[in-house]
């Protein structure tokens, strides 16, 4: 009897990919490898309920692949969600290594090795919108990514595509996932989770100014993905012989963060209390005002399910693992 392959997940133990693993286990799935940079967060506790062969840390996994030309060759799967995903990070050279140069050796070693290879891009790579927010355009040039973060995951969609390689590998353009698991990431959580923390401590959201004509305070829009049924399209496309290129991963609906605020107080059951304030200037220029995702391309694909309402995931999030400080798979 043929040995079943494992299953590669990056980023394993972080906010997606942790969702992942636990969506893959709840599917039957347990002979996967998790690698990431563990560091001195708590990002360890979203590997504690999960099932899993083994862990390897981020360094460790990119010396293998390199040294070892067949390492991949017992893999079903790659899902690469490891990167860096700070929309604030200044060292290019750090996102240049970490988030484009490390995303080329494990695609091409999965191609050589005939493996399945799944990759996070990001609505990042977008920019201000206005160039459309497309996963169907042909010329990626005409993007223009508003931040390094942006820009390095857009390298890579460029090169791929230059390489003729594009089609055979699965990109996964998330808007904004939000949900369970993403503690650790500091500032870079969603405003659910920092939300959450603030009416605990002080009663009130603070949400920032709009220094846009068209847009009031608190109007400015957002594609939220609720992180399960951003894991359920992962799954669905990796699931689909058919399937290549780049897919937008969103609710295709754009909501204000007004919308979203007043969803957390409901959930907590208390009456909104929200107030504006300034935005750091050195974001200032460089802020999406509104974002949504197109994503006719991937219903094409065959993914009907329908999607959960931004008011539901909130309160599935807020009620089912902010307030009782719980992780996925608990």
Avoid at 90 to 96: I, P, S
Avoid at 262 to 281: N, Y
């Amino acid at each position: 009897m043929q040995k079943a392959k494992s299953i590669l997940v990056t980023g394993g133990a972080g906010f997606i990919g942790s969702a992942l693993v636990q969506a893959l286990n709840e599917r039957g799935f347990e002979n996967i490898l998790i690698s990431d940079y563990l560091g001195t967060d708590e990002k360890w506790r979203n590997l504690v309920p999960l099932k899993y062969a083994d862990y390897l840390e981020a360094d460790s996994l990119h010396e293998k692949v390199e040294q070892t030309p067949g390492f991949l060759k017992d893999f079903s799967h790659v899902y690469h969600l490891g990167a860096c995903s700070a929309t604030t990070e200044k060292d290019a050279r750090y996102l240049c290594q970490n988030n484009y140069e490390y995303t080329k050796t494990l695609a091409l070693a999965a191609l050589q090795n005939e493996v399945r290879f799944l990759y996070a891009s990001s609505a990042a790579t977008y920019g201000d919108g206005s160039q459309g927010m497309s996963d169907q355009t042909n010329d990626l040039h005409k993007l223009r990514p508003l931040n390094m973060y942006g820009y390095s995951k857009h390298m890579f969609d460029l090169w791929a595509r230059r390489q003729g390689i594009s089609d055979k590998l699965i990109g996964l353009k998330y808007f904004n996932v939000f949900g369970p698991n993403e503690n650790h990431k500091g500032d870079m959580r969603s405003l659910v989770a920092k939300a959450f923390a603030q009416i605990q401590e002080t009663g009130e959201i603070g949400l920032f100014k709009s220094y846009h004509p068209d847009y009031q305070d608190g109007e400015q829009k957002r594609d939220f993905l609720y992180v399960k049924d951003a894991v359920k399209m992962t799954l669905h496309l990796s699931g689909n012989p058919q399937a290549g290129g780049l897919y937008n991963l969103g609710s295709g609906e754009a909501n204000t963060w007004l919308t979203l605020a007043r969803s957390i107080f409901d959930a907590l059951g208390k009456m909104p209390s929200i107030r504006f304030i300034e935005m750091p200037v050195e974001i200032r220029e460089k802020y999406q005002y509104y974002t949504c995702a197109d994503i006719s391309k991937l219903r094409k694909s065959g993914f009907t399910d329908p999607l959960t309402t931004l008011p539901e995931a909130v309160r599935d999030y807020v009620n089912g693992y902010l307030v009782p400080d719980k992780r996925l798979g608990e």
